[in-house]
Each structure stands twice: as C-alpha cells, then as structure tokens.
C-alpha cells in the first residue's frame, strides 16, 4: 500500500516518537482504534487547512490565491505523505460516530481558502461565469462561504484535479522524463483555469 493510501501505522508509530511512548500506548487513552485515528484525522484536516490560509491569503487576486492554494494542498501533502495520506485515504473509512461532525467541519475547513477564492472571483467578474451542468448540491459554509451548484460543480473539478494530481505523484512519481512533478502540476493548474474560468474561453 502506498504512503498516499493509507498511512496509518506510520502515522502512529511517528505521534508515539515524538511523545516518548511505545507504539500501542496512545490506543489506552481511547475507547477504541477508531476513536484515536478519528482525532488524529481531524487534528490532520485542520493542520493542512491553517497551512493552505496561511500560504494564500496574501496573493494580490482571486486567481492568484486560488493557485496558491492549490500549490499549498501540493506542498503539504509532499512534505507529510503519511499523514496526507491517513487523513484523506484513497479507500474509505469510518470514522467514530461521536467525531463525525467535528471532522466534517474539518473538511469545510480545508475547502474554504480556494472556494473563497472562486467566490470572491466570481464575484468581482475576474472568473467568467460557470456553464450549466449535471446538478451538485450547493456548498454552504455559514457565515463563510457559499455556492450554487454550478459553482460547486466548478469547484468540485477543481479539487478532483489537484487531488487526483497530488495523489498520482504520491503514488508512482513522475514519469516520461518529468524529473520534478512542479513544473507538470503548475501547468495543470494553469491549464485548468484557463480552460474553465478565464474569459477567453468564451
């Protein structure tokens, strides 16, 4: 199994290094496996979202903070392969029913810096419009963000892209003489939003 797939016993073993304890210990001080991977999933999911806010937020434009974003996801997932990896698994996983609601929040988190982007593009005319398509369910954050469903079509695309990019490189590595998967990213990103957001696509 890849470090993309699931990165659990690893991300394990490394907490009880750096708290001194031996490997099984943590699991003594929850109710079960799945309580203790669920924190450390939430805990994971809000590290990455602070990490993306943090190396976004100043770009001068939507687009540019929407890049930045998607460079920051990138950045962070190849700096912490396991724990991206324990966090946002390629195979499903249940989570403890008592935590499910702290990690969904979690995961709102984690979309809010590039769908504040998208918004805010959008909504100063520097994005064109998105095409109608098959209908999403809207994506609502209170108080934060919110967007229809062709906007959240839009922005769900997005995600698959830079997700499925992230995840492949993980995975298998470059390939076809890329020696560095930055180059190959950026112009997935760039191509991306020509291709969907940009005017001249019109």
Do not use: K
Not at 19 to 34: E, K, N, R, T, V
Not at 48 to 70: M, N
């Amino acid at each position: 199994m890849t470090a993309a797939a699931d990165g659990r016993p690893i991300v394990i073993r490394a907490i009880c290094r750096r708290l001194g304890l031996a490997p099984g210990a943590p699991y003594s001080h929850f109710g079960s496996s799945s309580q203790l991977e669920s924190v450390v999933v939430y805990n994971g999911l809000l590290t990455l979202a602070r990490w993306i806010t943090e190396r976004s937020s100043g770009a001068p434009s939507p687009r540019a903070r929407l890049v930045a974003a998607c460079h920051a996801y990138r950045a962070w997932a190849l700096d912490n392969p396991h724990l991206f990896g324990f966090v946002l698994p390629t195979a499903g996983r249940c989570h403890d029913p008592t935590l499910s609601a702290f990690i969904h929040a979690a995961s709102q988190a984690l979309a809010i810096p590039a769908t504040r982007a998208l918004r805010d593009g959008w909504d100063s005319g520097d994005f064109s419009p998105p095409s109608p398509g098959p209908a999403v369910h809207p994506l609502m954050v209170d108080g934060v963000v919110s967007l229809d469903s062709n906007e959240t079509r839009e922005a769900n695309a997005l995600w698959i892209m830079v997700h499925g990019a992230v995840v492949i490189e993980l995975s298998i590595g470059t390939h076809d003489g890329w020696d560095d998967g930055a180059p190959v990213f950026d112009w997935l990103i760039e191509s991306h939003i020509s291709a969907h957001l940009d005017h001249q696509r019109h």
